[in-house]
């Protein structure tokens, strides 16, 4: 190390804090972020005893500086000696810990987060720990806020009096005066349980979670349901009935939507961490009620579970469960007001036919699939289709076929793009189903619509398509069915109609292969390099670039090279220009 | 004890809930929703689900047709009857009992407003609970997730034919001369204040507006709740500052705070410029300010002209939140900071005078032109003139560089013609001064581009020393972890820290920089 030391002279830290306190904040900022080469440039020692002060004491800066150094401190690690002297990095990032601004706030507890494992047990009662005591009985509510975040990381490697301590303040937290600090805690609750030896579990955690599930807040009780997720799943069986469920119970039929709504999102993670007796006897119904809920919030939440929760279900009793209770809610669901809803439950409905099997997929679901496949939003529409592969599975896909071609056509012509490439993107998928035959008499005209449409996004789309449907169906339907129609239009009167073709054989050539290519692509595209659309040209030099490589050496000396060498003096400078870059890449200059 | 000033006007006919314009009196902006509002058609309620079973309403005697003895009691028994809810989504549901509420609503509200000694002692816990059953519920969800205040219609509450009057009665009930807030206090409690404001996250703009007039009333009447209702504010500022970003009623708890704010005892106590500095400053940072701005800018000035003292704060606080991108909040901090320096106090000016004009510097050569000429319009203000000229030995030479190449540069013409009208107001202010900063333009910027020089040059040494470092480094690690490997005791921390970091340290950021 002795050479490094040498070049320290070379920088007075003087310097090097001007750069940090330079006037012009994007400068400043750009020397936060390279905090770790002045770092470096200053030795471990200096950075100790002179950058680390000098950072601590100058935090009065903008929020996105003090983000910057909030990151860049939690790897500081080695900069300052190596976790022997890891705890110098904690006085700066307390007090970021206390700073207002919640993205500069959350940073630095990260980086607490992270460089309290390099402490070792003892630094951690002595230099850790006190910290996070301070935050916790911080003044403002932005420390105790912090403080929250770093409980669990401590807990686990300190003696029983400290953790003892932590559990107080903790425990003091959850009853703040201020919603925002119990929020914190309320947020931190599960993953503090996680650390918890179970007898605190029981004794601690259950009052602090029944506490803060029945806060007058709605925003805390709703944290409060995610928390109940991880306690479920640490306490025993035989204890659940009695310290979870009369909350979870309640929070699923609370007044506020948005704590209903919030156990329908978790309902899966609910469902696993209580087991299947409670799920039997207690989650059912509430499911039910969820799906019936009078907020559409809360009826898609829970609709978006469906499938999960189906699949979940114990299997003895699963389809029984399924018959009698969920599929009644999903049949009202089908016909829903909100369309939110329907769509939700349009993008996991087909997955229960895989549950059910054939015979009830044909009795009960199907007709639920034909409903939604006519239905007036599109969203919905897309959702069953972009699913169709379960259905696929189960019944095959021909007991669909003839309501799934109206509801196809009818996509491919909505009014909106993108309903018309979300259809696009499903084709390849659809083809692959419904066969070769189907899609040639049915689909195939749709395919070439597309290739006109009036919105670029959508012409790239139905190219891209073409490619996806010859790596399906081979080259030879390729050269008997799209080809021809690619290549006609190249004669169009519209440029953009003329360059689709050149897009067109960029994304086919390979599929295609060097004999199609070179004895009906070629000719077209080198025809072309005499458009009078300046774009059309410098297409058509991107084009044989694209497909040289797919073309024989003579194809390429004795075609290209001459229509390419024309280009490139051309008078267009775009033109030229690609046209050189072409010859350039095929080597054929 | 500090008093509040009561706003002048008050919901003056049951049947108009939109004639509460005290909004505009205050800030002279008339809210766009409020007007567009009215064509729309209501649509939504979660009030309706927690009522179990539905009653039979059969109609009472009129209250005005009643023998004094039985006033007391009917009054009671028709409180009791409007504790029952409807469904306003179903419009024809129960039209019969919509009825019945909707005519002893009126009655109610035209009994307090109008006979004196109807407001005895029992009513209180009644008139509290039929207030109550009412108007708290949690708001439903609102129908477009991604609601712009601007520019979106609002969703209207479904039930507002029973609430408007529910609301209506309240006021009258706070407002009547008989209201003693002696015995109201035990009623209206902490608990039902917080679920009060929470209401004002309502969308509906008709429903704010009682709510802001309503909150006033309480505040001005029940002395014993104002610091409660202060820090409740805050709560909710807070976290629609840090958390959601999103509260339907700020402007309107602003409008509140601003005559409350008019009402503080001097000198200020820290807790109310705590509330300036840590609340109603960062409120500016809201992607949403030009919703509330104006009722904000109030607020802002209320507290200077109480106590010029916390004039620094203020403006250390807009420079602090100055908008980076958003061209349209930079002329709204422009604007707000006009305001202030219409009332700002000789001597503060001083004090800020410098970053200030730094800021403003720096908008003057903002492409934008809006940005620019909103700067360039407070030499137009004759005051702000007035003090520049007291100081222009220290404001010329921040502004001159900016003022000179921006005259050269911007592409606006109005802009420039501006800055040669402020060019020129300073040649005749500061002539001498002028012409040594006309002199000295060339030469600064040579010695600006030299630092631009020696920084780059800085930074490529330290980066290529940083290179050396981390080759030593390296070494070192690793015969750190050669050492370890051969059993020696590890050091005192635990096994994952240190050492395997090293491959972190390497990909991270600022070291792939070179």
């Known amino acids: 190390m002795a050479g490094a030391d040498g070049d320290d002279s070379l920088y007075p830290i003087a310097v090097l804090i001007d750069e940090l306190r330079n006037e012009d904040v994007q400068l400043r900022l750009n020397s936060i972020k390279k905090l770790s080469t002045i770092a470096l440039a200053l030795g471990v020692e200096r950075t100790r005893t002179e950058l680390l002060p000098f950072l601590t004491d100058t935090i009065y800066d903008e929020d996105e500086v003090l983000l910057a150094l909030a990151e860049q401190l939690g790897n500081f690690t080695m900069l300052v000696g190596g976790p022997e002297y890891v705890h110098c990095l904690l006085p700066p990032l307390e007090s970021l810990a206390t700073v207002e601004e919640t993205v500069v706030r959350d940073k630095a507890v990260e980086s607490l987060r992270k460089i309290s494992q390099e402490h070792s047990p003892v630094d951690l009662e002595v230099h850790f720990e006190p910290l996070v005591k301070r935050l916790a009985s911080g003044d403002w509510f932005t420390s105790r806020t912090s403080a929250c975040g770093l409980f669990s990381v401590c807990y686990p490697r300190v003696s029983s009096t400290v953790k003892a301590e932590i559990r107080q303040h903790f425990r003091t937290l959850c009853s703040d005066d201020t919603p925002m600090v119990r929020r914190a805690a309320a947020s931190k609750l599960g993953e503090f349980a996680k650390v918890l030896e179970l007898d605190y579990v029981k004794s601690d955690i259950i009052s602090l979670f029944t506490a803060l599930a029945s806060d007058e807040q709605d925003s805390v009780r709703l944290l409060a349901v995610e928390a109940c997720v991880s306690i479920a799943t640490l306490l025993p069986q035989e204890d659940l009935e009695t310290l979870v469920m009369p909350t979870l119970r309640q929070a699923a039929e609370d007044k506020s939507w948005r704590v209903r709504y919030m156990v329908a999102d978790k309902f899966s993670e609910l469902q696993k961490a209580v087991g299947p007796e409670i799920t039997k006897n207690d989650l059912v119904p509430a499911f039910q009620n969820l799906l019936k809920d009078c907020e559409a919030e809360v009826r898609s939440a829970a609709a978006k579970k469906v499938k999960e929760f189906c699949e979940n279900l114990p299997e003895d009793s699963r389809e029984t469960i399924i018959m009698t209770h969920i599929l009644p809610c999903v ?4 016909s829903d007001t909100s369309q939110h809803v329907k769509s939700a439950l349009a993008s996991v409905i087909m997955g229960l036919s895989t549950i059910l099997g054939k015979d009830n997929t044909v009795e009960h679901l199907l007709p639920l699939f034909l409903a939604q496949l006519k239905d007036e939003c599109p969203e919905v529409r897309l959702n069953i289709i972009s699913n169709l592969d379960c259905v696929n599975e189960v019944i095959g896909i021909r007991q669909l076929s003839q309501s799934l071609l109206p509801a196809i056509v009818e996509l491919a012509e909505d009014a909106k793009w993108r309903v018309r490439l979300a259809i696009i993107e499903y084709m390849p998928l659809l083809a692959g189903q419904l066969g070769v035959e189907f899609f040639d008499e049915k689909l195939n005209t749709l395919c070439m619509a597309w290739l006109i449409d009036h919105v670029y996004a959508i012409r790239e789309a139905a190219t891209c398509n073409l490619m996806k449907l010859v790596e399906k169906f081979g080259a030879e339907w390729a050269q008997n069915t799209i080809v021809p129609k690619v290549l006609g239009m190249a004669n169009d009167p519209n440029y953009l109609h003329r360059m689709t073709t050149l897009f067109c054989i960029n994304a086919l050539s390979e599929a295609c292969g060097q004999d199609i290519t070179t004895k009906h692509m070629l000719p077209v595209v080198l025809k072309m390099s005499n458009d009078q659309v300046a774009n059309v040209r410098f297409n058509v030099a991107k084009s044989l670039q694209k497909i040289g490589p797919v073309l024989d050496s003579n194809a390429l000396q004795t075609e290209v090279k001459p229509v390419l060498e024309k280009l490139a003096t051309d008078t267009d400078m775009d033109v030229k220009y690609f046209a050189q870059e072409a010859i350039r890449v095929l080597a054929l200059a | 004890m500090e008093t509040t000033k009561l706003p002048p006007t008050s919901p003056s006919s049951p049947t108009t809930g939109f004639s509460v314009p005290s909004a505009e009196k205050v800030d002279g902006f008339p809210r766009r929703s409020m007007r567009r509002a009215r064509q729309r058609r209501s649509h939504s309620s979660s009030q309706f689900r927690y009522q179990s079973s539905q009653v039979e309403l059969t109609p009472l005697p009129l209250l005005k047709d009643a023998p004094v003895a039985e006033l007391h009691n009917l009054f009671c028994k028709k409180l009791q009857q409007c504790c029952v809810l409807f469904d306003f989504l179903d419009c024809v549901a129960d039209l019969k009992g919509k009825e019945i509420k909707r005519a002893a609503l009126n009655e109610l509200v035209e009994s307090v407003a109008t006979s004196r000694g109807v407001l005895i002692e ?89 709510l802001k007039t309503i909150l006033h009333r309480v505040y001005g009447k029940l002395l014993g709740l104002r610091a409660y209702i202060r820090k409740q504010i805050n709560n909710i500022f807070l976290r629609f500052i840090y958390e959601t970003e999103h509260f339907n009623g700020v402007a309107e708890l602003l409008e509140i705070l601003g005559s409350i704010i008019n009402g503080f005892a001097l000198p200020l106590k820290s807790e109310h410029k705590q509330f300036l500095v840590r609340v109603l400053i960062p409120l500016h940072t809201a992607k949403s300010l030009s919703i509330f701005h104006a009722q904000l800018a109030y607020c802002v000035v209320q507290f200077m002209e109480k106590d010029a003292t916390v004039t620094e704060y203020i403006i250390r606080g807009l420079l602090k939140y100055w908008p980076k991108t958003c061209t349209q909040k930079e002329v709204m901090f422009l604007g707000e900071i006009e305001e202030i320096l219409d009332v700002i106090e000789p001597s503060q000016f001083i004090r800020v005078q410098e970053p200030l004009f730094k800021q403003i510097a720096a908008c003057i050569s903002s492409p934008h032109f809006q940005v620019a000429e909103r700067a360039l319009y407070f030499w137009n203000n004759e005051y702000i003139l007035s003090l520049i000229e007291e100081n222009s030995q220290v404001i010329l030479p921040l502004v001159f560089t900016t003022l000179y190449r921006v005259s050269k540069e911007h592409w606006n013409q109005t802009i420039v013609s501006l800055i040669y009208n402020v060019l020129k107001t300073f040649m005749e202010m500061n002539s001498k001064l002028f012409d040594d900063l006309t002199a000295s333009y060339k030469v600064d910027k040579q010695k600006e581009l030299k630092r631009e020089r020696e920084r780059a040059e800085l930074w490529r040494g330290l980066e290529e020393q940083q290179e050396r470092r981390l080759q030593t480094l390296g070494e070192t690690s690793r015969n750190q972890k050669n050492l370890q490997e051969r059993g020696e005791p590890p050091q005192p921390s635990s096994p994952q820290t240190a050492l395997p970091k090293q491959p972190d340290l390497k990909s991270s950021g600022p070291y792939s920089t070179t």
Do not use: C, G
Not at chain 2, 127 to 146: A, D, G
């Open chain 1, 331 to 334: 049949k009202e669901l089908v």
């Open chain 2, 122 to 210: 029992p009513l209180y816990p009644e008139t509290i609970k039929m207030i109550s059953v009412n108007i708290f519920r949690t708001l439903p969800p609102s129908e477009n997730p991604e609601f712009d205040p601007e520019e979106d219609e609002p969703t209207l509450e479904a039930s507002w034919p029973h609430l408007q009057l529910v609301y209506e009665f309240f006021l009258r009930f706070l407002e009547s001369p008989d209201f003693q807030p002696s015995m109201a206090k035990r009623y209206v409690d902490q608990k039902f204040v917080l679920q009060l404001l929470e209401l004002f996250d309502s969308e509906d703009p008709r429903e704010r507006e009682y």
